[in-house]
């Protein structure tokens, strides 16, 4: 099985979308697949640069690059897998593949609202256009969260492509990962709570640092990419007067990250919407509590005072309450309750599901030809 990946960017940056193709590719590699990720641009190093090994990594900066690739390649490609919702790039792979007779599978993540007025309408001109093409040129969708699924299907997915399998994390790695001196190595004083997630507009971590005046002695990290925003989030902090107890770290490893986890008192976050966030997967391998909004896909992996704690998005008082019931309460999530939330979200057993529907349409496609 030889599977390609069509996807915005490289793994010169790791965002969420970046890191769900790695680790599934990854597992594919396992299972002897071929793997080739082909990329559109590479955005500025910095901060998680894992190193793809197995992967093949194709720069098809211009779309006509990208047609050569699909069509030179095509008589050894078994399926073409884009990547992300609303991206010319990913519709375009689809459209060659499709006119080259190369199975379909697309996986939209999540589709961001915006709250300015021009971009939402500009996002639902795209919908009701590109979106609804970009679903008809897909052999299957799968679909990471009931919210995703039915996103989708207002904008056009016929019901019968869709399939619904999780966003996941390679166990693994986490389990196996060495505990390290998180708070000596950076210098953090006292308990902690950590944000993982680029610094871009849709995260909100604003709000993050605004409502931390409410905890004394308490500390926040915030862990991620620049993405746009690290300045003006460092500018609100030395504006509250906080540099004392928010401490921000935009290039630490993998391993470090991992120490985060396993010393924070919990992991918290404010996005305006998500698809579903790994970093939730990745905090309770290590028994973290989460607090997040009521948002996208959180609500179908946070489970209210078993998992984590959930607000209404933008509620500062819900976010407080939320954080003081997590810091009364137990410390780390119950080792059964954990073990049974992990299990449906590894991809050790959800690159088994995707891989079957490769082997799916793959086949159908044959029989087809012949």
Same mark, same amino acid.
């Given at each position: 099985?030889?599977?390609?990946?069509?996807?915005?960017?490289?793994?010169?940056?790791?965002?969420?979308?970046?890191?769900?193709?790695? +680790?599934?590719?990854?597992? /594919?590699?396992?299972?002897?697949?071929?793997?080739? $990720?082909?990329?559109?641009?590479?955005?500025?190093?910095?901060?998680?640069?894992?190193?793809?090994?197995?992967?093949?990594?194709?720069?098809?900066?211009?779309?006509?690059?990208?047609?050569? !690739?699909?069509?030179?390649?095509?008589? +050894?490609?078994?399926?073409?897998?884009?990547?992300?919702?609303?991206?010319?790039?990913?519709? *375009?792979?689809?459209?060659?593949?499709?006119?080259?007779?190369?199975?379909?599978?697309?996986?939209?993540? *999540?589709?961001?609202?915006?709250?300015?007025?021009?971009?939402?309408?500009?996002?639902?001109?795209?919908?009701?256009?590109?979106?609804?093409?970009? !679903?008809?040129?897909? +052999?299957?969708?799968?679909? /990471?969260?009931?919210?995703?699924?039915?996103?989708?299907?207002?904008?056009?997915?016929?019901?019968?492509?869709?399939?619904?399998?999780? +966003?996941?994390?390679? $166990?693994?790695? /986490?389990?196996?990962?060495?505990?390290?001196?998180?708070?000596?190595?950076?210098?953090?004083?006292?308990?902690?709570?950590?944000?993982?997630?680029?610094?871009?507009?849709?995260? *909100?971590?604003? !709000?993050?640092? *605004?409502?931390?005046?409410?905890?004394?002695?308490?500390?926040?990290? $915030?862990?991620?990419?620049?993405?746009?925003?690290?300045?003006?989030?460092?500018?609100?902090?030395?504006? $509250?007067?906080?540099?004392?107890?928010?401490?921000?770290?935009?290039?630490?490893?993998?391993?470090?990250?991992?120490?985060?986890?396993?010393?924070?008192?919990?992991?918290?976050?404010?996005?305006?919407?998500?698809?579903?966030?790994?970093?939730?997967?990745?905090?309770?391998?290590?028994?973290?509590?989460?607090?997040?909004?009521?948002?996208?896909?959180?609500?179908?992996?946070?489970?209210?005072?078993?998992?984590?704690?959930?607000?209404?998005?933008?509620?500062?008082?819900?976010?407080?309450?939320?954080?003081?019931?997590?810091?009364?309460?137990?410390?780390?999530?119950?080792?059964?309750?954990?073990?049974?939330?992990?299990?449906?979200?590894?991809?050790?057993?959800?690159?088994?599901?995707?891989?079957?529907?490769?082997?799916?349409?793959?086949?159908?496609?044959?029989?087809?030809?012949?």
């Amino acid at each position: 099985m030889n599977v390609v990946f069509i996807n915005e960017f490289s793994f010169s940056y790791v965002g969420g979308v970046e890191l769900h193709i790695l +680790n599934l590719g990854r597992e /594919l590699l396992k299972q002897g697949a071929g793997v080739t $990720l082909v990329c559109r641009a590479h955005r500025k190093p910095g901060g998680w640069q894992p190193s793809p090994e197995g992967f093949r990594i194709v720069h098809a900066p211009r779309l006509r690059d990208l047609y050569a !690739f699909l069509q030179s390649e095509a008589q +050894n490609i078994d399926v073409c897998h884009a990547h992300m919702s609303r991206k010319p790039y990913a519709l *375009c792979g689809l459209l060659f593949s499709r006119l080259l007779g190369i199975p379909t599978v697309f996986t939209p993540h *999540c589709f961001y609202p915006s709250p300015e007025l021009g971009k939402r309408l500009a996002k639902r001109a795209y919908d009701e256009t590109l979106s609804r093409l970009t !679903f008809r040129l897909s +052999n299957r969708v799968i679909n /990471l969260t009931p919210r995703d699924q039915k996103d989708s299907l207002e904008r056009g997915m016929h019901a019968a492509k869709s399939r619904i399998i999780p +966003n996941s994390i390679r $166990l693994s790695p /986490l389990q196996n990962a060495q505990p390290g001196a998180f708070r000596e190595k950076h210098g953090i004083r006292g308990d902690f709570l950590i944000h993982v997630g680029r610094f871009a507009k849709e995260k *909100c971590i604003e !709000f993050l640092v *605004c409502n931390h005046a409410s905890f004394e002695d308490l500390g926040l990290v $915030l862990i991620g990419q620049d993405d746009g925003q690290l300045e003006n989030v460092r500018q609100l902090v030395n504006s $509250l007067e906080l540099s004392n107890r928010v401490y921000m770290l935009e290039k630490i490893s993998f391993e470090d990250v991992y120490s985060a986890y396993r010393e924070a008192r919990g992991l918290v976050m404010a996005s305006r919407n998500e698809g579903l966030p790994t970093v939730v997967l990745e905090a309770a391998v290590f028994g973290a509590f989460t607090v997040a909004p009521r948002v996208g896909g959180i609500p179908y992996i946070i489970e209210e005072d078993k998992t984590g704690y959930l607000y209404d998005w933008g509620d500062s008082s819900g976010y407080v309450a939320c954080v003081r019931r997590m810091l009364e309460g137990p410390a780390r999530i119950d080792a059964a309750t954990r073990d049974m939330f992990l299990e449906k979200f590894s991809w050790e057993s959800n690159a088994l599901k995707i891989a079957a529907i490769y082997s799916e349409i793959s086949s159908c496609s044959t029989e087809s030809a012949g």
